[in-house]
């Protein structure tokens, strides 16, 4: 049986949408250059650049060579060349 | 009144996206926090592989075994017809402050299996979810709104 998340957790879940958010708004530009066409993973908690990867399962595996969970880094992709979306 | 932006980081346009917070029983634990790209065209909001592997962390290999979804949906597009799984989902839609301005609890959220070429997609909030909402958008501004 599955337990509803707290109220704590919404609110904590809110933290976190605002701080990736800032996060990405401050380095995308640079990293955009750094790492084009690639996923980046950065560490939550210091925001350091621990992999960079075109392939999305790649970047899976490196953050976990790196010992850490995915769950603890932010991974966007640097769309360097414009997506044209038709979905 | 729950407010989103204009991002234009990935496409030629500026697309409307929004933070929600979703819960995906028997997966997740807590609420986790979605960018979603908001998509008038979409009929269901779904997840993609960025999402569900990257924040969600579901095992790429457990996405790619369709064997282990029991409850599956097929969608056709632009890129012709897609089978997703679908999960029950609990969406949080917060005011800036953070509290909760509207949770739903009585819908699903389909989970995209990856393929070559959609691990970077955003995931996407679709008409299930936007019905709920007067939907208010201003290029000039950047400003996406979502109103009760």
């Not at chain 1, 996060?23 to 790492?35: C, D, I």
């Not at chain 2, 962390?57 to 949906?73: G, Q, T």
Request: net charge negative; with cysteine; glycine share 6%.
């Amino acid at each position: 049986m599955s337990v509803a998340p707290s109220s704590a957790s919404a609110l904590r879940s809110w933290a976190a949408a605002e701080a990736e958010d800032a996060f990405w708004r401050e380095h995308y530009p640079a990293y955009l250059k750094a790492y084009p066409d690639q996923f980046v993973a950065a560490a939550k908690d210091d925001g350091r650049v621990i992999a960079a990867d075109p392939d999305l399962l790649r970047i899976v595996q490196l953050i976990r060579e790196c010992g850490l969970d995915i769950q603890q880094v932010w991974v966007r992709f640097m769309a360097a060349t414009p997506i044209s979306l038709a979905l | 009144m729950i407010t989103g932006r204009l991002n234009g980081g990935n496409y030629w346009y500026r697309h409307p996206f929004v933070w929600v917070s979703v819960h995906l029983p028997t997966i997740t634990q807590d609420f986790v926090p979605i960018d979603f790209m908001i998509d008038t065209g979409m009929t269901r909001s779904c997840l993609h592989p960025q999402d569900t592997i990257g924040k969600i962390a579901i095992e790429p290999a457990a996405l790619a075994d369709s064997a282990r979804w029991p409850r599956k949906r097929t969608a056709g597009g632009i890129g012709g017809r897609v089978t997703n799984y679908v999960h029950d989902a609990q969406y949080l839609f917060h005011h800036e402050d953070g509290s909760v301005a509207l949770s739903i609890t009585t819908e699903t959220i389909e989970l995209v299996p990856p393929t070559a070429t959609n691990t970077a997609y955003p995931s996407l909030l679709g008409m299930d979810m936007l019905r709920y909402f007067r939907l208010r958008m201003d290029y000039a501004s950047g400003i996406v709104v979502l109103e009760l």
